[in-house]
């Protein structure tokens, strides 16, 4: 690896002048969390594939027009990217007409037996119903804290708001989940 690949603002600066290294670069580093972003708020495989191809179409369109901030460019430039993947699924489901945003949580690490299967797929089921009904900015800091595994302040900078704002938003989804869910919180 070049020296000037760890240093995201060298990377931004090459791969506005045109430098494919530098977009191969950006694109190892933010591909595939991207995708699983995608694929979270989507729930298809080939629709986050389609909308995966139309992000990176966007960004070589646009990378010319970001400006990068004296301090926190790693955020600034994550934040920028996952903006553009969310108005593209916030376009995708207008086009489609839904109210919400299907998530497929269907992740199993071994082979339960039926049963099992029945009564899992009955909870997911009830929790893709209880996110389904959650406010569009509760369900992607969800997505983002509980699917993705980031911090607030990641969930934060991605989506603009203060890390306060992300803790309130995140317990009142989680209140409002468990209020779906029949759950008692204490």
């Not at 993947?85 to 839904?98: E, K, M």
């Not at 306060?164 to 989940?177: C, E, T, W």
Request: glycine share 6%; charged share 25%.
């Amino acid at each position: 690896m070049a020296s000037w690949e760890s240093n995201l603002s060298e990377v931004l600066t090459r791969a506005q002048e045109g430098d494919q290294r530098a977009f191969d670069v950006i694109y190892q580093r933010f591909g595939d969390p991207l995708f699983r972003y995608l694929y979270a708020r989507c729930g298809d495989a080939s629709q986050a594939e389609e909308l995966h191809g139309d992000l990176w179409l966007r960004v070589v369109e646009r990378l010319g027009s970001f400006r990068p901030p004296p301090n926190g460019v790693d955020a600034a430039f994550a934040a920028w990217l996952y903006r553009i993947a969310y108005n593209l699924v916030i376009d995708s489901v207008r086009r489609r007409h839904g109210s919400g945003v299907p998530l497929d949580l269907d992740i199993a690490s071994r082979e339960p037996a039926p049963e099992e299967q029945i009564i899992a797929a009955s909870e997911t089921e009830a929790l893709r119903a209880a996110i389904d009904r959650l406010t569009p900015d509760q369900r992607e800091v969800v997505v983002m804290r509980f699917f993705e595994e980031r911090s607030n302040a990641e969930v934060a900078a991605l989506t603009g708001r203060t890390e306060g704002a992300v803790k309130v938003m995140q317990h009142r989804a989680l209140g409002s989940l468990a209020r779906f869910l029949g759950i008692e919180r204490h």
